[in-house]
């Protein structure tokens, strides 16, 4: 027990932890430049027959995955009676919103190639589009204030507030998963369940710290 | 005009289209670019794998004629045609088709013939098909999630299975079901769509020369994930009306209600004529992606065959049946 401590100690978490858990979320977005990379140049690669598709799906539900991952941190960290998780929830959330930002880039500038009339027309008409792009507004402003210095300026109350707001923008993703299938299947339910665990595990735990 | 005549003068203009031309297209196809050369460079790699169906077994050459159906583009890769597919039965995702659909079984293959028809009863595949007729149509297809391909299908024309079938004349509508079996298609049971798999057609859409009934593509016989034995190709209107693996053909005098209509009717509605100018709530019509190539294309009004089939539309509203 005192050995895993000593190799989970923060100084180990901060130096080793994090640019492995750093190179595990960048795998999925690297895997795919490659692959781009092998199409492009005639090699065998696993885009499959309509690239666009498969970015677009690929990058989606990686984005998805990361805000439930980074979602899941604080629940975790409680659980574990640990704060250890807290140290790598900058890096999940910024994943999920480098995610986000490669699904939506794709969209705009491979399947739409980048015509932004037809982009702001499927912002206001398909109502997926819009609740993604609800999802990615709210996004910014949390990118933007990840940094050290962005919490001392907002003063901590504010920044965890403003914070806040991913328990709106997992929801949105979720839906807009849900609402863009030609059919319901289990997954965005799947997806869902995972989100309500992961609140209710923070609700109860709010009401015992009360108690 | 009878149906016979109008089958015959189709075969006196087959052979237009030397199979050396569409080699040579394919050729050419390969070197245009590095993203076609990728998925082509793909399709040569699995060639062999290709003359197997998913289970393993050889898929048997079928003797045909050429036709004179072929919109002269680039043909799509049988690998694309047949790894990229749309067959919910085995799963929503478009590679579950190839790697689920060996768990159909295709023999014996009966199809249930009922409705207003003279000669209702249960046919075997070959009493409908003339195997020794089958000619080669190579068609654009064109799917609602606005993405196409062009496929070199064998098959005989539906009107000449309708005719064997004797429709009364009274029969407004043609209505056709996918088999349904929840051993061999258990995502039936989780993927949200109301199964068995129905389509129709109006009786005059149905006997619409271009109407075909497939049994094989590139030369040989269907593979599973592509509709096998036997399936609908109605090219000028979303590939969903196109429905594979038929069991049951029924003459009728009320508009079927189709899968996707009775999903989700505002959506997608009887009709599906391809048409870049009323968009679906999902996805712009203007323009399509075609498998292999790296630009999107304007879509043709009736997937470029407004020719042979506008009339049969000229006094509706295509914004009200789509
Ligand atoms: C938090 C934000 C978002 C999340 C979590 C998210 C997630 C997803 C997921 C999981 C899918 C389905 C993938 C699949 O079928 O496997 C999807 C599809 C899609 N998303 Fe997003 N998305 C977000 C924002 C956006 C934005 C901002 C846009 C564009 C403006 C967008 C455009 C699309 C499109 C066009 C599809 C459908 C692609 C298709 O039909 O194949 N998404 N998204």
């Known amino acids: 027990m005192s050995k895993l401590k000593a190799i989970t100690s923060v100084r180990n978490v901060r130096r080793y932890g994090k640019p492995i858990v750093f190179l595990v979320c960048l795998y999925p977005a690297a895997w795919l430049a490659l692959q781009w990379y092998f199409a492009y140049t005639g090699q065998p690669h696993g885009l499959g027959f309509n690239f666009f598709e498969f970015t677009n799906r690929t990058t989606g539900e990686w984005a998805l995955r990361y805000l439930l991952v980074a979602l899941a941190v604080t629940p975790v960290a409680k659980l574990t009676k ?96 849900y609402m863009m299938q030609k059919t319901t299947t289990p997954e965005p339910f799947i997806y869902l369940g995972i989100y309500i665990l992961l609140m209710a595990i923070r609700y109860l735990d709010k009401r015992r710290a009360k108690a | 005009m009878t149906l016979i005549k109008t089958l015959k003068q189709w075969q006196e203009s087959e052979n237009n289209v030397t199979p050396e031309r569409i080699y040579l297209n394919r050729r050419k196809f ?50 694309a045609i047949t790894s ?14 190839a790697k689920n659909a060996h768990r159909l079984t295709i023999e014996p293959w009966k199809v249930k013939v009922m409705g207003l028809t003279e000669a209702p009863g249960v046919y075997d595949i070959d009493d409908l098909i003339d195997y020794n007729n089958l000619e080669e149509r190579i068609y654009r297809l064109r799917c609602v999630e606005a993405w196409s391909m062009v496929i070199p299908w064998v098959g005989v024309s539906l009107a000449s299975v309708l005719e064997k079938l004797k429709p009364l004349s009274t029969a407004k509508y043609v209505r056709f079901q996918t088999k349904l079996d929840t051993e061999e298609m258990p995502w039936t049971l989780t993927q949200g769509l109301d199964f068995p798999y129905v389509e129709g057609l109006r009786m005059d859409e149905a006997l619409n020369p271009l109407s075909f009934m497939a049994v094989g593509l590139y030369g040989k016989e269907l593979p599973k994930q592509n509709g096998a034995p036997m399936r609908l190709v109605v090219p000028w209107k979303y590939g969903f009306k196109s429905i594979k693996s038929i069991v049951s053909i029924e003459f009728t005098d009320q508009k079927p209600l189709t899968t996707w209509e009775k999903s989700a009717p505002h959506e997608y509605g009887f009709y599906a004529n391809v048409n870049p100018n009323v968009d679906h709530p999902r996805w712009r019509q203007g323009k399509e992606r075609r498998i292999g190539e790296f630009r999107r294309r304007e879509t043709l009004m009736f997937n470029g065959y407004e020719e042979e089939v506008a009339h049969m539309y000229k006094d509706m509203d295509l914004t009200k049946f789509y």
């Not at chain 1, 790598?88 to 699904?103: D, E, N, P």
């Not at chain 1, 001392?152 to 991913?166: D, I, P, Q």
């Not at chain 2, 990229?84 to 088709?97: Q, R, S």
């Open chain 2, 30 to 79: 390969m070197t245009k670019s590095g993203v076609f050369a990728a998925s082509a460079v793909g399709g040569m790699l699995a060639a062999n794998k290709l003359l197997l169906a998913a289970d393993g077994t050889p898929l048997k050459k079928l003797p045909h004629q050429k036709t004179q159906y072929n919109p002269g583009e680039e043909l799509t890769t049988e690998q």
């Open chain 1, 82 to 177: 640990s704060f250890k998780p807290i140290l790598f929830r900058r890096m999940l959330g910024l994943f999920a919103f480098f995610y986000v930002t490669i699904h939506m880039c794709s969209y705009v500038f491979l399947d739409l190639e980048g015509n932004m009339a037809e982009f702001i027309e499927a912002i206001a008409e398909r109502l997926f589009i819009t609740v993604g792009m609800l999802a990615f507004v709210l996004l910014i402003p949390l990118a933007a204030t990840s940094f050290d210095k962005a919490q001392h300026w907002l003063g901590l109350e504010r920044w965890r507030k403003l914070h806040k707001l991913v328990y709106i923008i997992t929801p949105l993703g979720i839906l807009h998963f």
């Open chain 2, 84 to 97: 990229y597919n749309n067959f919910y039965e085995f799963g929503t995702n478009k590679t579950d088709p």
